[in-house]
């Protein structure tokens, strides 16, 4: 007579936090969002000056930007299996520390230096990424979309925060550039601080727990509704590195200053943030989430389509559209992830999923604009090809926006 395995244990589920420990909680949450983006955002504005300095080739310092992408979509995997060992809080902490190692690496004057500390500061950013939505899932089951917007505008903020301020801090305090990026990592101490008293909360992991963390969700890549998720995290997400990496160039390169383009940058961010706090909070309100995601790749289509036209003459109102557009377009990729999982484990695992494959996707965008551009010789082809890539994202969009959950056992 034979007998069944034992089917791997799951934690019990925790008590949903209220009153004041759910604030505390969803500032928390705000904070460390908001590391999620200057470390690697503040390169662009530096990236002149971090290449004459250094002697490093073009392609070279672009991968300054694509090495942290990478790591997103190989490290998220990862994040899943870490979050159920160690519990989310602590392993949310441990990615504040990896931050903080991350810039501190970019004191040292060394090109290896600086790329070590960008795959650190990967790392730690590429595990956040995939538990703060698991994490909004457990604690804030009533409050997804609120959450979702909180957490998306706390990224475009970050974003926002290190394009504009980055360069007149520099010189303001006549500071290297190792210097400079290194003084993000105040940010990331500061986030570490504040969620020290989450830590102990919930990281006792049951031993359900710990036994759970060798079976994860299973049957997910062959979800067609995951893959649209997926696709939907990729592509828009190749869109918006793909344009923060290059934008202040194009508008250089139409008669532009550096500190007038790099502001560009900065302003679209600003807008980034009402696009992806809005976003998640309207749907179902006033517009479905499937309309909502083609609205915001169409304020993008009408932003690079200015830009063909007249990039520097209405760079205003390009980045004004740009910044809406891709704010809402990221706010609904994780507020896809968020309810399209009946729970906090499938959120982990689907948030794995479409970060490992959507990330690895966008980090081919900086390169590939940038190889042609090398060949078309001016910006035309590359923005023209951006522009095609937002129908598949479209498509994307409508099928991830079903009212379904995704299958996995």
Request: charged share 10%; aromatic share 6%; hydrophobic share 55%.
């Amino acid at each position: 007579m034979t007998t069944a395995p034992p089917r791997p244990a799951t934690p019990e589920p925790a008590a949903v936090p209220t009153g004041r420990r759910a604030l505390y909680l969803g500032l928390g949450v705000v904070l460390l969002a908001l590391n999620l983006r200057p470390a690697l955002v503040a390169v662009s504005p530096l990236a002149g000056t971090i290449r004459d300095d250094s002697g490093m080739s073009a392609a070279a310092t672009s991968l300054l930007t694509a090495l942290p992408l990478l790591c997103f979509g190989l490290l998220a995997p990862v994040a899943p299996r870490l979050g159920r060992l160690l519990g989310m809080e602590r392993s949310l902490l441990g990615t504040m520390a990896l931050i903080g190692a991350g810039t501190a690496l970019r004191l040292v004057d060394s090109v290896v230096a600086l790329f070590a500390g960008t795959v650190v500061i990967g790392a730690g950013i590429a595990v956040a990424n995939v538990l703060l939505p698991g994490l909004i899932k457990r604690d804030f089951p009533a409050r997804a979309g609120l959450m979702t917007g909180l957490y998306s505008m706390s990224l475009f903020g970050g974003a926002a925060l290190a394009a504009g301020v980055t360069v007149p801090v520099q010189r303001a305090a006549g500071l290297s550039w190792q210097a400079t990026l290194a003084c993000w990592g105040a940010l990331a101490v500061v986030a570490l601080v504040c969620w020290l008293p989450q830590v102990g909360t919930r990281t006792r992991v049951p031993a359900g727990a710990a036994g759970a963390a060798a079976h994860p969700v299973r049957g997910l890549w062959r979800s067609p509704l995951a893959w649209q998720v997926t696709g939907y995290m990729g592509l828009q997400s190749l869109s918006y590195y793909a344009a923060a990496a290059w934008l202040p160039t194009v508008l250089q390169d139409a008669g532009m200053s550096a500190g007038d383009a790099g502001w560009m940058l900065s302003y679209s961010s600003l807008l980034g943030i009402a696009g992806s706090f809005l976003a998640p909070v309207i749907v179902g309100r006033r517009l479905r989430a499937g309309t909502l995601a083609a609205v915001s790749a169409l304020l993008c289509a009408v932003a690079f389509a200015g830009l063909l036209a007249t990039p520097a003459g209405g760079a205003y109102a390009w980045m004004t559209l740009l910044g809406l557009g891709q704010g809402g377009a990221i706010s609904l990729a994780l507020l896809f992830i968020v309810e399209r999982a009946p729970d906090a484990r499938h959120t982990a695992q689907l948030s794995s999923m479409a970060q490992c494959f959507g990330y690895i996707l966008a980090a081919t965008g900086p390169a590939v604009l940038g190889a042609v551009h090398d060949t078309a010789g001016s910006w035309t082809v590359p923005l023209t090809l951006l522009l095609v890539l937002l129908v598949p994202q479209i498509a994307a969009g409508f099928g991830a926006a079903r009212p379904l959950h995704v299958a996995g056992r």
